[in-house]
């Protein structure tokens, strides 16, 4: 028997009466979590933003009460996802990055051995399917008698990892677990909704949060004579960036007017917008069949909102000013969002709580509201809310936390854990020091919610003190952490070598020894530049093969076949001098040089980045 057959129906004659209470079904609640995808914390009118417009998620915020310290469990949306549904936080679950769209399953992560030349931390493998022997929120409500139904973004894997098979009655759209969609308006991309006529033969224009609304209120119209939980998980507002033309415009003239608002990007303002606008039809049509009366609803985000992809006119698709970064980063910004909740005659309207909360507690708050009970087998992380919700005491809980030990290139971050425990915050970079050892940075955040100035320093008692509570709450959910990485070659003049290449300074010059097929060295110390721009290396090789220049922009922060330029170097052991000229569209990122693709060594006595007219923008002289 699977372990989840075995909490269903293996642990007595107790558990089946208690989870049968209250005893008239009409009693419990209706449940419905809305969940955003990317929203940021800011991302609100109810929550200070000036630009975006959300009349309908406002008026929400009006019917119950918004919190101002919510996180989400994990700065990512399928770890996030699964502490939801779980109510267990992702680094126990080992799902701490969103790979569940990743076809090859992999269940048991492990720690490997070794990481990249260029990682100072060798980072966890993570689990890309929830597993089955999870038991979800969806199967401790429909024990008790709900229907069950997941509308939207999914993202925990493929079938048979599907909602159905996770205590689901009925999910839409079927069989997916997309990242993002396959776009926001029909006609949508053919090769992933050939099989879901809802989608395929979707009327152009159709934006698709409002076919998932359309089919969530159908469900909920067929199943009203008994209790419903209903996931309604919007494609809203993740990539990719696409806006009705006509808001757009409406939003580019908005940013015109407002030249100093850090939202003013026309595309978000659009989507935020069609989002807001998917909300209402959702709330107008649990009014028009007279059912906000007993129903809880629950609006929040899956992380913050994203700052690193650069669209439109160039900006980032939001802000999450005054929180420091934001989706994928353990500041701030990454992981602190949105919460409104609303169960009308019982939570008091247009209230506001302080209470610092997590995606964890979700669950068991819901299973308590609809006077359920979890399995003793279950590990439960989370708290119940309820007594925060319907004012009736405070949260007995020492300090939330966010394990990620992941690097994240687009946003610079490096793996880290996070404790916040009252108005203190304790980050920990694990092996981010020069020689490998774990990094701290502390935050008072009632009075620096920007996260600018590091206490650590001052406070060590204070860092010792939460560092300990690091240390068991990894020790206790049994978490994948970091180690130093044997393979780590240190930064040589700015420059870092590729997994093929060994760097040094040796008689004033760069040396890179090739020790394989792929040699390159890189830097992410240039000027913030675009357009034609000039690269000049003065190199003596006894190597083989062709060179390269590679370039990454803060658009395309990868390195890329799209972005290279090939030359052919002499390989004779003489000095040489090379120019390579290249288009940057967005701001230089980083900068590769390959100096050959075979074995061998090659001297680098200067590199000189110009400006297509010959002004000179960066050199690193290698005082040869």
Not at 163 to 181: A, I, K, L, T
Request: hydrophobic share 35%; charged share 25%; proline share 8%.
């Amino acid at each position: 028997m699977r372990r989840r057959d075995f909490l269903k129906f293996g642990v007595g004659t107790t558990l089946a009466v208690n989870l049968m209470r209250p005893s008239s079904a009409n009693q419990r609640p209706n449940i419905v979590f809305v969940l955003a995808d990317d929203l940021g914390w800011r991302d609100l009118g109810c929550y200070g933003s000036n630009f975006y417009e959300t009349p309908n998620i406002d008026r929400l915020a009006q019917m119950g009460m918004r919190f101002t310290n919510a996180y989400a469990a994990n700065p990512l949306c399928s770890p996030t996802r699964a502490s939801i549904l779980t109510g267990q936080y992702p680094c126990r679950l080992r799902i701490t990055m969103p790979n569940g769209h990743l076809r090859e399953e992999l269940l048991d992560p492990v720690v490997p051995s070794s990481g990249p030349p260029s990682q100072k931390a060798v980072t966890p493998q993570v689990r890309n399917r929830l597993p089955f022997e999870t038991y979800t929120l969806a199967e401790v409500l429909r024990d008790v008698g709900y229907r069950t139904a997941h509308f939207g973004k999914w993202h925990l894997g493929w079938s048979p990892y599907n909602p159905e098979n996770h205590g689901f009655d009925f999910s839409f759209p079927p069989n997916q677990s997309w990242p993002g969609p396959p776009n926001y308006f029909a006609p949508f991309r053919k090769d992933a909704v050939k099989d879901i006529p809802e989608l395929r033969d979707a009327p152009e224009g159709k934006h698709i949060d409002e076919i998932v609304v359309k089919q969530a209120l159908n469900f909920i119209r067929q199943n009203r004579s008994r209790p419903f939980f209903v996931n309604l998980w919007l494609f809203s507002v993740h990539a990719p960036f696409q806006g009705r033309e006509d808001l757009i415009a409406k939003y580019r003239q908005k940013a015109e007017r407002m030249p100093d608002d850090p939202q003013r990007n026309p595309i978000m303002g659009a989507m935020i917008e069609a989002m807001d606008s998917c909300v209402g039809m959702f709330l107008r049509g649990l009014e028009e069949m007279g059912l906000m009366e007993n129903t809880i609803i629950v609006f929040t985000s899956d992380n913050g909102g994203n700052m690193y992809d650069r669209i439109g006119l160039g900006f980032p698709p939001t802000n999450n000013a005054p929180l420091r970064n934001g989706k994928a980063s353990l500041y701030e910004g990454g992981t602190r969002v949105p919460l409104i909740v609303v169960w009308k005659g019982r939570i008091k309207p247009n209230s506001i709580s302080d209470a610092i909360v997590s995606s964890i507690d979700f669950f068991p708050t819901l299973v308590e509201a609809a006077g359920a009970k979890v399995p003793k087998e279950h590990v439960v992380d989370g708290v119940n809310l309820l007594p925060v919700l319907l004012g009736h005491g405070s949260l007995q809980r020492e300090a939330i936390f966010c394990h990620f030990p992941h690097y994240i290139p687009a946003t610079g971050t490096v793996p880290g854990v996070w404790v916040r425990k009252g108005d203190w915050k304790l980050i920990r970079f694990f092996c981010d020091n020069d020689d490998q050892t774990d990094r701290f940075e502390l935050y008072n955040l009632r009075e620096d919610i920007g996260e600018t100035t590091n206490l650590a320093e001052k406070y060590p008692e204070l860092v010792r003190e939460l560092n300990a509570l690091i240390d068991r709450h990894l020790q206790e959910t049994q978490a994948l952490v970091p180690v130093k990485n044997p393979n780590y070659r240190s930064p040589v003049a700015g420059w870092q070598p590729s997994q093929d290449a060994r760097l040094s300074l040796k008689d004033g010059f760069l040396v890179v020894e090739s020790i394989g097929g792929d040699p390159f060295i890189f830097t992410n110390e240039v000027p913030k530049v675009q357009g034609t721009l000039v690269v000049k290396v003065r190199m003596a090789s006894r190597s083989k093969g062709i060179a390269q220049i590679n370039w990454a922009t803060e658009r395309e922060r990868q390195f890329s076949p799209q972005r290279k330029v090939v030359f052919n170097p002499i390989h004779d052991g003489q000095w040489h001098e090379y120019e390579v000229r290249f288009t940057c569209d967005a701001p230089l990122l980083s900068l590769r040089l390959d100096p050959c693709s075979a074995p061998g060594v090659a001297q680098i006595d200067w590199i000189r980045l110009f400006s297509e007219d010959g002004k000179l923008l960066r050199a690193w002289e290698f005082d040869g």
